[in-house]
Antibody, heavy 121, light 107 residues
């Protein structure tokens, strides 16, 4: 069955960096766009990044709130997607989820358990 | 950005009732809308995609409808396990956006 497992969350000071990882299994990873989303405590879900597949040159797209600070990447050989987060702010505090894009559109059938990132001095 | 508005933050219901959760898009998104259920401490679970298609394994008491800007998730014969928060999402264009959620509570 499809599984996604996020790791790398934790407590970090404002201005610092953190890298999240998401290891997947149960599907042909290289065929799918992969996304990162987040959910601040008590708030709505926010989509933050997508990375396409090799045939689309691994193009990436970002939410304005993270553009220029966060970088999404993938390693098809490891069925993994990553989120490098730089210049972190307190408002980046959230549970971060990776998810697989659908065959017919960017809706999310599969979610990891999430990893909590807390940005605080 | 397309704003997805769920005007009801909370809805009260009883087991066995029928309840409708609404979502309005700020512009036409066709039928590119999904619905998710989330319980405290858990990841979201997909219920509906393409506005009206039930995801695999989702009970048939969950029904999605709508197109354009107005969408509805209807739960017939509400069960106790349906008490959760429900979010809509548009995937017609980037950035993908979600509604603020509607919490279903017992009367």
């Amino acid at each position: 069955q499809v599984q996604l497992v996020e790791t790398g969350g934790g407590l970090v000071r404002p201005g610092n960096s953190l890298k999240l990882s998401c290891v997947t299994s149960g599907f042909t990873f290289s065929n799918y766009r992969m996304h990162w989303l987040r959910q601040p405590p008590g708030k709505r879900l926010e989509w933050i990044a997508v990375i396409t597949v090799k045939s689309d040159n691994y193009g990436a797209n970002y939410a304005e709130s993270v553009k220029g600070r966060f970088t999404i990447s993938r390693d098809d050989s490891k069925s993994s997607v990553y989120l490098q987060m730089n210049r972190l702010r307190e408002e980046d505090t959230a549970t971060y989820y990776c998810s697989r894009g659908g065959v017919r559109g960017a809706w999310f059938a599969y979610w990891g358990q999430g990893t909590l990132v807390t940005v605080s001095a | 950005d397309i704003v997805m508005t769920q005007s009801q933050k909370f809805m009260s219901t009883s087991v066995g009732d029928r309840v409708s959760v609404t979502c309005k898009a700020s512009q036409n998104v066709g039928t590119n809308v999904a619905w998710y259920q989330q319980k405290p401490g858990q990841s979201p679970k997909a219920l509906i995609y393409s506005a009206s298609y039930r995801y695999s394994g989702v009970p048939d008491r969950f029904t999605g409808s709508g197109s354009g800007t107005d969408f509805t998730l209807t739960i017939s014969n509400v069960q106790s396990e349906d008490l959760a928060e429900y979010f809509c999402q548009q995937y017609n264009s980037y950035p993908l956006t979600f509604g603020a959620g509607t919490k279903l509570e017992l009367k």
